[in-house]
Nanobody, 124 residues
Framework: QVQMVESGGGLVQAGGSLRLSCAAS????????MAWFRQAPGKDREFVAR????????DYADSVKGRSTISRDNAKTTVYLQMNSLKPEDTARYYC?????????????????WGQGTQVTVSS
């Protein structure tokens, strides 16, 4: 069973950048597709990006496409989310998730393993 711990969140001005990290332990990391989801206050948790176990496949929500890059380092058992040109509407708690579903999914219910999240706040 894989466990994850997110880091890298914080307060940033609009237009700025952040790099989120998700350090995983337990299980065989390369077997897991990984994803980032986010949840703003009063809203449902939503898909942000996903990456396959090998890192060769990535997928992004339209809201972050072109501004964000998901990547992973299987030797370090860590997945990253680089976010640029941040907007106030990106403010949310960001969660890392893992699944054995091939290529992962945009559906949060396909992910049995979750981290505790890291808060991102973008000021205008």
């Amino acid at each position: 069973q894989v466990q994850m711990v997110e880091s890298g969140g914080g307060l940033v001005q609009a237009g700025g950048s952040l790099r989120l990290s998700c350090a995983a332990s337990g299980g065989t990391f390369r077997n897991y597709a990984m994803a980032w989801f986010r949840q703003a206050p009063g809203k449902d948790r939503e898909f942000v990006a996903r990456i396959s176990g090998s890192g060769s496949y990535t997928d992004y929500a339209d809201s972050v496409k072109g501004r964000s890059t998901i990547s992973r380092d299987n030797a370090k058992t860590t997945v990253y989310l680089q976010m640029n040109s941040l907007k106030p509407e990106d403010t949310a708690r960001y969660y890392c998730a893992a699944t054995l579903v091939f290529l992962g999914s945009r559906n949060l219910h396909e992910y049995p393993y979750w981290g505790q999240g890291t808060q991102v706040t973008v000021s205008s």
